[in-house]
């Protein structure tokens, strides 16, 4: 059993403790949390559980890497706080930990990764022996393992298409939705996470590792964007109101450019209501979201993923799915040498010994 740390307890956090606690091979040995008023909480109320697991919740960074855990999934949001998100992460790998987690963006390709990012990372598995594995849901398998996977299934390939569409809505992170991606703001509002070159530096990667899976040179990745107004005021059952006339739905591209062409593309169709922007594409079964993935070619090939969790959340769902992939990885990475690792080296393996276990 690897005693595992679980640092951060909001929407991916919760998901991380039940991920945990349900893996046959891990044991929760401590949750990590900032908020005074989780500390001495049971960590099964802290993830909605209905039954308490006998660890308590701590702010007690120091004495809970001490204990040298095999393991530690950050799942504390690197959004607003990356600098602060990657001295955590280099502290627990210098502890000699095995990390996992979805909050440095930069880190999803660590051939790409910028120097500022990687080097503290591999001066901390040098000295502490450690390792650690970025990825997540999109960025994350949504746009490396499931598209790379499903191209093996065609005999020919024009273009590779990745696509979140979502009603961020049921988002558990409300100040990201509206101040990182600007919804209900003024359509003069300028979001961060829409600025020229940020989505690159999100999603780039990921571009990069499809292309590198793939065979292929890059000419060039390429943005586009499109922002669309609430025609009519609305209220969301989570968030409250939306006015009219401020952004209510997000479309964008991050295209890698190939022979003078987009062969490689993520996409992000994202509402904040389901009225908004009626022109662009839905979830194909109409729900709250999905990830979908197009392979153009012969044969043409069209896979749609819809997760639920939480209530039949599917935000909370792709959480869910996120934190799958990364505490699943956790006994391989143990297993294997010390070093910064990506999703094409660490694989996706059938979830062993867990069929029917509750």
């Not at 955590?88 to 909050?103: E, L, Q």
Request: overall charge negative; proline content about 7%; hydrophobic content about 40%.
């Amino acid at each position: 059993m690897i005693p595992t740390v679980v640092w951060g307890t909001g929407n991916v956090g919760r998901a991380a403790v039940r991920a945990v606690e349900a893996h046959p091979g891990l044991t929760l040995a401590a949750v990590l949390v900032h908020d005074p008023a989780k500390v001495g909480r049971d960590a099964g109320e802290l993830a909605g559980l209905d039954t308490e697991l006998g660890v308590r919740a701590t702010d007690d960074i120091e004495t809970v890497l001490a204990a040298r855990p095999g393991a530690v999934v950050y799942a504390a949001s690197g959004d607003l706080r990356p600098d602060e998100a990657l001295a955590d992460v280099v502290r627990a790998v210098r502890s000699g930990a095995v990390v996992v987690t979805p909050a440095l963006y930069p880190l999803y390709d660590r051939r790409g990764a910028p120097a500022e990012f990687r080097d503290p990372v591999l001066a901390a598995v040098a000295e502490g022996g450690g390792s650690l594995f970025v990825s997540g849901v999109d960025p994350g398998w949504g746009n490396d393992v499931l598209p790379l996977l499903i191209s093996g299934l065609g005999s020919s390939i024009d273009a590779i298409r990745c696509q979140e569409i979502f009603d961020y809505s049921t988002y558990d992170q409300e100040d990201s939705v509206r101040d990182l991606i600007g919804m209900g703001h003024p359509m003069e509002y300028e979001p961060l996470m829409l600025a020229p070159s940020i989505p690159t530096m999100v999603w780039g990667g990921q571009i990069r590792l499809m292309a590198r899976a793939l065979g292929v040179e890059l000419d060039d990745i390429r943005e586009t964007l499109d922002r669309h107004p609430l025609h009519a005021a609305v209220r969301t059952r989570t968030m409250g109101a939306f006015a009219a006339g401020t952004q209510g739905a997000v479309r964008f591209e991050v295209q890698g450019i190939v022979g003078g062409e987009p062969r490689i593309v993520i996409e992000h169709i994202t509402r904040i209501h389901p009225s908004c922007a009626p022109h662009w594409p839905y979830p194909p079964d109409g729900g709250d979201g999905a990830h979908r993935v197009i392979v153009e070619g012969r044969p043409r090939i069209v896979v749609s993923v819809e997760a639920t969790d939480e209530d039949e959340n599917r935000s909370a769902g792709g959480n869910a799915t996120a934190v799958g992939r990364l505490v699943n990885a956790v006994d391989w990475l143990v297993d294997a040498e010390p070093g910064l690792y990506d999703a094409l080296d660490v694989p996706l393996r059938p979830a062993a010994g867990r069929l029917g276990r509750k």
